[in-house]
Every structure is written in C-alpha cells, then in structure tokens.
C-alpha cells in the first residue's frame, strides 16, 4: 500500500536560485566590505576599459572583475603573477553561475596598510565637508601673480616654469621650495604654503611633484597639509604625481590637475596668444563702440542744434519781424483799399456835387445875374431897376453889364 507524502518540497528555477544567491552575498556585511589579498592570474583588460582576472592563493581561486571607472584610478599596472590587496564586495553573476568579487581599490602588497590609512584619512575629511564642491574657488582668468611649492632640483619645477613661460610670460611667479618626500616633507610643505600666503595680491598656489609610489607621495596625504590648503587665502591647484595618482591634497585642494604641467596649463586658462587676440578683438569692439556713440552723439548733438535753433531768441526775433513785416503789408494793402474806397466815394461825391452844383446849370447855356454892387442874385424883375449895374456870370466867366431901361421893360 502506497503511502501518501504530506510533504511537497519548494522548486525553485535557476533565476530564482540565482537571485537569492546574489541577495545572500550582497546582504553580508562582511562580504559587503572586505579586504582580500591574491595572485593575479588570467588577467585581461578589454576595449571597455574593464578588468577582469582571477584571484588566486594555493589552495583556492575566485573571479574578480574591476570597472573602468575603478580601473583609471590604479597607480600602477596590474600583471599576472602579481600579488596585490583589493577591497571591494561580493555578488553572484548570474549568466556564468559564479561568484564574484567586484573591486574598487587594488594595490599591490605592502601599500595595503598605507592605502587604508588614506581612505581612513580620505573618509574623515570627507565627512568634514573639506571636498565639498560648495567650498571650491573658481581660480582666477587672468592671474598676474602665481606662488609654486615644490621640489627646488625636481622635474616638476622645471616643467611648470616652462608651461607657465611659454603661456603666461607677463606672470609673477614666486617660487616656496619645499621637501616632498619623506618624513620631514609635510613640515616642509606647511611652512612653504605659510610664506606664500603672505604675498600680497597673490592669486593662485600651484603645488605639486612628479609620480612616485603611495610611500613617494605620502607627504601629500598629512592631515595637517590638507587642512592649510583648504584655510588658503588663495585658490589653490594640487598637482601631485601622474594621472592615476590620487593624494587627499588633490581632494582638497581648489583643483586637481593629473600632472605638473597641466597645473600650469589650469593655472593660465588665457595664454599670451589669446590675450593678445582678444585685446585686438576688444580694440576693434572699443573702436567701433566708441564710433557708434560717436555717431549717436553727433545725431543728438544736431538735434539739440536743432531744437536750440527752434527755440532761439533769434528765430523769434525773426519771426517777430517776418509777422511785422507781414502785419505791415496787410496794413498796407488795407490802407490801400480803404484809399480806393474813400477815393470812389469822393468821386461820387463829387460827381454828384458837380450835378448839383450851378456852375452845371451854367455849363447848359444859363447865366447868373447879380447886382454889381451887392452882389444879391437878380432871379426876378422886381429886384432890376433902370440902368442898374449887375454882372451876368457865365460857364467860364463873368461880364459887367448895365440893364437897358426899354430892355428892362420887356423883362
């Protein structure tokens, strides 16, 4: 008799296995964050940039894969054969069914105490705020006064003078040597920092030294370094070593620059050939500026010019006397009128005058008779006696006369 099984068991798929093997081991604290020591075999870095290898002792071996992001930070070139200390954290990938250790920091054995005393570090001042962004001075276009710390008989001087002549020949440059290298290095490089923060009108601070191993460029790992760059007065560029090289001077500073001679090259963002071009390019602005507000006081000016012409005693005066002068003929021209008028009337006057007056009535062949004597006009008998002496007035003119008795009777 068969028996019944109350017990069925969980299936799980391969996805499902795999991705509760990649929870497991991302969620371990201690895979989360550890230190592994190795030798690198089968190494191999694609066009990606990527590092893959495995990790190996005598007795074991695990994957390791490194991004590039990580990868561009190395100091140093990875080989097989090479044993090294990484840091980084576990997970599983899921499409070779393995599990990996993925890196963020390598170095190759006996750094690793140094190294971790610089993340330390590194951690500490970053929680400080001594990196952040927010604390970062924009460095200055134009410089006119540069201040270098580095080794007086190094590369790095050399390289940054050359830089810095060949860009910038009008700086001022003002060089702090300093140790920068060993023990006696960060005292060095303090007091240097000290003396040219008390430059006058300083603008920038380049400080910087060729490569070297972490132990080379320790110096620039001092706490008390990296807190007097950050309380410069001045912006300040860091650097330090090689592209790959990271010190917490970098981190602090105002700039990083992967090289010396790229410090010089940030330090003079505008060379002696640009600044030439654009002062050209400024002249010729200056120029055509100042003929454009030339041409726009000029227009202003005639303007004014004018406004003062219209508004000028002068013109007034003038059309003062142009309104006389116009008054006056049209006084003129009615005085005429008026003359023409009181001219016709008079005529009138006088034609009616003319045809009222007796001279008219003589004109038509009458005569007027008066006594010589009195001079009473005679218009009726009564008033002529015999041999009376009287005047007869004609049309032109008049004629003594003496009335005829017998005459006088027919009258």
Known sequence: ???????????????????YLRELLETDEVLHDLWVSGEISNFSQPRSGHIYFTLKDKEAQIRAVMWKSAAMRLNFSPRDGQSVEIHGSMSFYAASGQAQLY???????????????????????????????????????????????????????????????RRLPLLQVFIAPSLVQGVDA??????????????????????????????????????????????????VISGVGHETDFTIADFVADMR?????????????????????????????????????????SYQLELRHQD?????????????????????????????LELQKLSQKNQHLSDRLESLSPLAVLKRGFAIVSDAHSKQLINQTKQSSPNQAVNIRFFDGEIPATLNPNQQEKL
């Open 257 to 297: 620059a992967p090289t010396p001679t790229a410090a010089a090259e940030l330090a003079t963002p505008i060379t002696i050939n640009e600044l030439a071009l654009s002062l050209q390019a400024n002249r010729k602005l200056l120029k055509d500026n100042m003929q454009e507000a030339i041409a726009e006081r």
């Open 103 to 165: 890196i963020d920091t390598m170095q190759p054995i006996g750094e690793g105490k140094l190294f971790q005393e610089f993340l330390r570090l590194k951690n500490k001042l970053e929680a400080e705020g001594l990196f952040s962004q927010a604390h970062k001075r924009p460095l200055p276009e134009l410089p006119r006064k540069i201040g270098i710390i580095t080794s007086a008989t190094g590369a790095a001087l050399q390289d940054i003078l050359k830089t810095l002549s």
């Open 1 to 19: 008799m068969d028996q019944l099984n109350f017990y069925k068991p969980t299936v799980l798929s391969v996805s499902a296995l795999s991705n």
């Open 308 to 336: 003062l012409k219209r508004l000028s005693p002068i013109q007034r005066v003038n059309n003062a006397i142009q309104t006389l002068d116009n008054l006056q003929m049209r006084l003129e021209r009615t005085m005429r």
């Open 186 to 235: 960060p005292t060095s490089l303090l007091k240097s920092l000290n003396s040219l923060t008390q430059i006058e009108g300083l603008d920038l601070i380049i400080i910087a030294r060729g490569g070297g191993s972490i132990e080379d460029l320790w110096a620039f790992n001092d706490e008390n370094l990296a807190r007097a760059i950050f309380n410069s007065p001045v912006p």
